[in-house]
């Protein structure tokens, strides 16, 4: 079916859906499964020290011999390191986010690594594009945990019509209904971060899950505003502390020093009221936790009845 599509091409996989690079549940575990079902599964590095993710990348490597990623936050303390380590270990895509990774482009470009950047807005894709990025990933600001300013329905087409390279359209994407939208609007692949949370091979604790699959349409919320790094979450007792602070006129520290951690406390020791929940609006829409396999394969095997109900409707 997609023996065509760009990014397929480009990267030697077989379906055009992407993971999100979730920091500390995306692991080995989720990635490598992500890419044994055709897609492309990445390795959230976040702030990991090299040493740690060098055990994920190896993990990863054991269980899968298809094409994987990390995204990589330039805003890392240890971007550097991480760098040398996806040349030292020939990482086939790297994704970034927070940032320009030009200054790593030649050497990842060199051992044939593609480098793919998250950008929130037209000014940067066409920025990237021009100094040699592979592809980009216009990411709307439905998407969560750190997220821009714009919708991904006005960011996508815009973002195609700047840049010369293919487009990954992500957040609010979880069925095929969203793929045949993604490609209505001119992108050629999608990535899903939310849906895979809530994966059977998702590390995430079960309670994190839990609240996923009890979330409504508006139960998302977005905290940091007013530090400069807005952040997508569902709403509760962490956020509704952080707001008061912030309404209090809290400084930038003490806002910091709040969110410090607490992501760690949700997605590994459970707790959901006082830990930072970071998942997309489309949560409203997740009922059930499936495996990697059968998500990837309802994507893909509704994709044609999604455009023939188009065809029949409208077209």
């Known amino acids: 079916m997609f023996e ?15 993971q999100g690079g979730m920091a500390w549940i995306g692991t080995a575990e989720l990635a490598s499964a992500v890419s044994n079902a055709g897609g492309l599964g990445l390795i959230g590095a976040g702030h990991m020290p090299p040493d740690i993710l060098k055990q994920e990348i190896q993990k990863c490597k054991e269980r899968t011999d298809k094409p994987f990623g990390v995204n990589i936050m330039l805003m890392s303390p240890f971007v550097k390191e991480v760098m040398q380590l996806m040349l030292d270990e020939k990482v086939p895509v790297v994704t970034t986010g927070a940032g320009n990774p030009g200054e790593y482009l ?99 604790h079960p309670n994190y899950k839990d609240l996923v699959l009890k979330a409504k349409d508006r139960s998302t919320v977005v905290t940091g505003r007013t530090l400069g790094h807005p952040v997508r979450v569902i709403a509760n007792k962490l956020t509704k502390q952080f707001f008061e602070m912030e309404a209090a006129g809290a400084s ?22 006082n830990g930072s929940v970071m998942i997309g609006q ?3 829409m997740l009922e059930d936790i499936k495996s990697v396999q059968e998500i990837i394969d309802d994507i893909v095997n509704g994709l044609p009845n999604a455009v023939a109900e188009l065809q029949k409707n409208y077209l």
């Open 4 to 18: 065509n599509n760009p990014i397929c091409k480009l990267l030697n996989i077989k379906y055009p859906i992407f």
């Open 106 to 204: 030649p050497a990842l470009k060199e051992i044939g690594t593609k480098v793919i950047p998250v950008v929130a807005s037209v000014a940067l894709a066409r920025r990237l594009a021009k100094g040699g990025v592979d592809a980009v990933i216009a990411e709307g600001c439905e998407s969560g945990g750190h997220i821009g300013e714009i919708g991904t329905m006005p960011l996508v087409p815009q973002v195609v019509d700047a840049v010369d390279v293919p487009v990954i359209a992500a957040g609010g994407f979880a069925d095929s209904r969203g793929m045949a939208a993604a490609f209505a609007l001119g992108a050629h692949a999608i990535q899903m971060g939310s849906r895979f949370v809530v994966s059977k091979e998702c590390i995430a």
């Open 252 to 273: 930038t520290e003490e806002l910091e020093k709040l969110g410090t951690g607490k992501l760690h406390l949700a997605t590994h020791k459970g707790d959901v009221e």
């Open 282 to 284: 489309i949560s409203g």
